[in-house]
Nanobody, 122 residues
Framework: QVQLIESGGGLVQPGGSLRLSCTAS????????MGWFRQAPGQEREFVAA?????????YFPDSVKGRFAISRDNAKSTVYLQMNLLQPEDTALYFC??????????????WGQGTQVTVSS
């Protein structure tokens, strides 16, 4: 059974940084793409970042976070990271990591973690 556990959330001032981690178990981590999403109260879930399988050479970001967020993976630790810089109050949300069920390709995100809260406030 695939499990995803996020950590690293917290309270940060505007302009600050946080690094989120998501550790996976239950299958060969390196074979699967990984993604980060977020959901603020009363809003729909929003895509934040994705990284390809293997060495993670391919990454995607929406315009809302491009240039501020970075995604990386450490296959030896079965962990994907989301480095968030220049955080703004609108980045406040519950952040989730997710992964598809199919190896070696992009696809629907099937497995989800429980989320870690990020609050940006002075």
């Amino acid at each position: 059974q695939v499990q995803l556990i996020e950590s690293g959330g917290g309270l940060v001032q505007p302009g600050g940084s946080l690094r989120l981690s998501c550790t996976a178990s239950g299958r060969a981590f390196s074979n699967y793409a990984m993604g980060w999403f977020r959901q603020a109260p009363g809003q729909e879930r929003e895509f934040v970042a994705a990284i390809s399988w293997g060495s993670g050479e391919i990454t995607y970001f929406p315009d809302s976070v491009k240039g501020r967020f970075a995604i990386s993976r450490d296959n030896a630790k079965s962990t994907v990271y989301l480095q968030m810089n220049l955080l703004q109050p609108e980045d406040t949300a519950l952040y989730f990591c997710a992964t598809p069920s199919s190896a070696g390709q992009w696809g629907e995100y099937t497995y989800w973690g429980q989320g870690t809260q990020v609050t940006v406030s002075s």
